[in-house]
């Protein structure tokens, strides 16, 4: 009698939540290839990936009781890492922002001493001359954020806005706000 890989899953899925710790030495091994393949499409680190895949199959183990023996554990432990990854990007780009953000303001805080009252005059017309040019559904986010210190909670019931909105906003904002200001230090004094 042949076994379908589905049902030799379910066989050993059921015997370790019955306690058969190398059943699930047994599904790891089955379906570790997978789940590092994905973790590391999903996040193109090969480090990254094999945390991901220990950490999804820990999460697998923990939550076996969950695991619905009829569907395909491959499938489940499969979203479970898509899961992990998708947190881990939305934790790289929280990073990413708060480094951008940081940078931002360094760079108003700490402008060079030499640099004289013109060119300093010049740096914020540039700014405000984007600033303008910004619609103002980013522009109003951007303004309450750096020149009035809110945080993103502040700036949502300020603006009567979901907290995701107001952060899409934010990022929204400041990449055209570089993007223009960009534009506008290439072309030099002809702005």
Known sequence: MIISDHD???KLASSALNGDI??????VRR?????????YRLCG??????DIGQEAFIRAYRKLAQYKLEYSFRNWVLGICANLCRSQYRWWSRKRRTEEDYAIEMAIQNEPEGQSAAHKSLMYERLEKALRILP???RAPIVLKYMENMSI???????GISLSAAKMRLTRGRKQLSRQLGESIDQGDST
Request: no cysteine.
């Open 8 to 10: 030799e899953d379910r």
């Open 22 to 27: 190398e059943a699930f030495s047994r599904l």
């Open 31 to 39: 379906h570790q290839d997978a789940v590092y393949n994905l973790a």
């Open 45 to 50: 680190n090969a480090a990254t990936a094999q």
């Open 136 to 138: 103002e559904t980013l």
């Open 153 to 159: 909670r502040e700036i949502s019931d300020t603006l």
